[in-house]
C-alpha cells in the first residue's frame, strides 16, 4: 500500500498553537499550484511508479483555500503520472469557514470520498483562544453541510489540553461530536512549541501548561465516552467507528512507502526519508527549473529498529513480534522485551505475539519508547 500527500502551505492566519510550515501570504498561491502539478509530473518516476496508490491526501496549511476545480486538476495530474487504486481513499482537510454543501458536492465531484474538519473545540471561547476562524455556528453547519452533501466518511479533529477549557468544557464538546454520525475522531493534546505565538506567550510567563494530572482526566474521560459510542481507540490520538480507520495514516505507521508534495512534505520508501524544501520561493524555483531541493536522510539499522518501536507501539495492536524478529533478529527483539518488562503490567502487555502499550502506556508513551530505544 503506497500513499501520496499533498502539503498546501496556505492559511488565511496562522492558529496560536501552529508550527506547521505554512503562509498567510496567498499571493504565492498561483505559482505553487502550478509547481504543484509540475512536481507531481517531475516526482512520477522517483520510486511509487510500480506502486499502486491507495490513498491521497491533502493536508496544510488549509488546502480547502483551494478551489474544487483546483483540487480536481491536482487527482487529475495524479491519475495521470501514477496507477491509483479503483477504491482509493481520497481525504481532504478542511477548515469550517470555507465550506458550504455546494462546495462539499463540487469536491466529491472530483473524486474526494473522505473529508477532515478542523473542528478544534464547539466553544467559542477557546476558539478564539486559539485563533481559529470559525466559531460555534460554523462548525456545527461545516459537519451537517459534509452529510447532507453525501459524505459517508467524515472525520473531525479536536485538541485538549488546553490552559482555559476545564474537564467540563471538553466533555460538552465530545458530547456535541457524537450527537453527529461522524466515523472518525483525531483528538490531539495541545503541545506548545516554540516560535509559536503560545511559545512566546510561555516564555514571558503568560502561558502555564496544564498539569499531568488534568491532562490524564481529559485523555481518559475522551476514551471512555467515545468507547461508549462505539468507537475504537486504535491509535495514541485516532478514534475510528468500525471500517472507518484512516487508511493514510495506517500507511505511515505501517512504515509503507509514501510520496510527499509541496515544500517541506517529506516523503520514505523504506530505507530513506526525503524532505522537500522548507522556503516557498525556493520550492517554486527549484520546481520550475526542473530540479527538485530534496534532503535525504539514509536510516541506519539503529534508525530503522527505533522507528519501527515508535511507530507500532503508537497504535492498538503493538509491536509484533514475529515481524520484528525477521527484520532485525530475535537477539535484538529479546532485548527490546526485557528492557520493556520494567513497564508491564501497568503501562504495557508482553504476549507471545508482541507488546502493546495500554491507555496508561499511551499517555506517557513518549517516556517508554525513549527508554526502549536502541543506541
Known sequence: MAGIYLHIPFCHRRCHYCDFYTHVNLSHLPAFFNSLLTEI????????????????????????????????QIIEKISTCFDIAKNCEITLEV?????????????ASVGVNRVSIGIQSFD?????????????VQAIRSIEWAFEAGFENVTIDLIYGIPVMDIKQWIETIFVATNFPIKHISAYHLTVEPRTTFGYLKEKGKLNEITEDESWEQIFMLHNLLKGHGFEHYEISNFAQPGFRSRHNQSYWQHKPYLGLGPAAHSFNGLVRYENVRDIHKYIKTIQEGRPDILEDHLTLTDRMNEEIMLQLRCIEGLGKKAFSEQFGEEKYQQLEKRALKYYPQYLEITPDGIMLNLNGWFISDRIMADLFFS
Open 124 to 136: 467559542d471561547k477557546i476558539l478564539r483562544y486559539l485563533n481559529r476562524r470559525h466559531g460555534y
Open 41 to 72: 509530473e517531475l516526482r512520477k518516476t522517483f520510486f511509487l511508479e510500480k506502486e499502486s496508490i491507495q490513498t491521497i491526501y491533502f493536508g496544510g496549511g488549509t488546502p480547502s483555500i483551494l478551489h474544487p476545480e483546483a483540487i480536481g
Open 95 to 107: 477548515n469550517p469557514e470555507d465550506v458550504s454543501e455546494t462546495y462539499y458536492r463540487q469536491v
